[in-house]
């Protein structure tokens, strides 16, 4: 029962630098996407997919791309780190897409660009 | 335009008591919200969740309470207990309308249970 999945927990970039976070579901769940946590900003919606092939825009979209060509995993590429993006980012995932369907979070990935 | 607003940052209980946390939204258009809670270094769980059609919800020692004329709503802990020490987050969702986008959160209430 592993739920959803991120990796790395930690990461350290330099500015200009790119990497990817992964997130995993096995849950067969339709809809994913990607938060990320800020102090005093609570969690903002970055990109979300609401199926295999399909990705939107959420609130906070600029620097980060995403792909979804499997329905278990979802994710999100930095392609030139900034500082700015240094926070928290959470992968969660739910059944079905309507805002009614509860989100299963991953335990978060610390990201520091430097 | 923060649409979902948590305006205690912190807030500190004893055990034993009512824990009550407030949430205000300003969008009309939202008819579902939750509380989610997260504690350090976890993702956020869900904790409860209640429709627009409905005022209140209740499971076990958590109540939600919805008043849509005044865009508010609350979550009741009875009683308080450590383990309920948490950062617990708002959220809301324009459910008829898909939800797809995502749920709205608040900024968070870090609320302490005093031993």
């Known amino acids: 029962n592993a739920g959803v999945t991120q990796t790395p927990k930690f990461q350290v970039l330099k500015t200009g630098q790119s990497m990817t976070l992964q997130c995993a579901q096995d849950m067969n769940h339709e809809y994913m996407s990607w938060y990320r946590q800020d102090p005093g900003m609570g969690l903002r919606l970055i990109h979300y997919s609401v199926g295999a092939g399909i990705t939107d825009q959420g609130e906070v979209p600029n620097g980060y791309n995403v792909s979804r060509s499997t329905t278990e995993d979802f994710p999100l590429r930095l392609l030139s780190a900034a500082p700015s993006q240094t926070s928290v980012y959470f992968c969660a995932s739910s059944r079905g897409v309507s805002g009614a369907n509860v989100l299963t979070f991953g335990a978060g990935s610390r990201l520091t660009v430097l | 335009d923060q649409q979902v607003k948590q305006n205690s940052p912190s807030l500190s209980v004893q055990e034993g008591r009512i824990s009550i946390l407030n949430c205000d939204y300003t969008?009309?258009?939202?008819?579902?919200f939750l509380w989610y809670k997260k504690y350090p270094a976890e993702g956020p769980t869900f904790l409860i969740s209640i429709s627009s059609i409905k005022d209140k919800n209740e499971d076990g020692r958590f109540t939600v309470f919805l008043n849509k004329s005044a865009k508010h709503l609350s979550l009741h802990i009875v009683p308080s207990q450590p383990g309920d020490s948490a950062v617990y987050f708002c959220?809301?969702?324009?459910?008829?309308?898909?939800?797809?986008?995502?749920?709205?959160f608040g900024k968070g209430t870090h609320l302490i249970i005093q031993p």
């Open positions: 969008n009309s258009m939202f008819d579902y």
């Open positions: 959220a809301a969702s324009a459910d008829s309308g898909g939800g797809a986008d995502g749920l709205t």
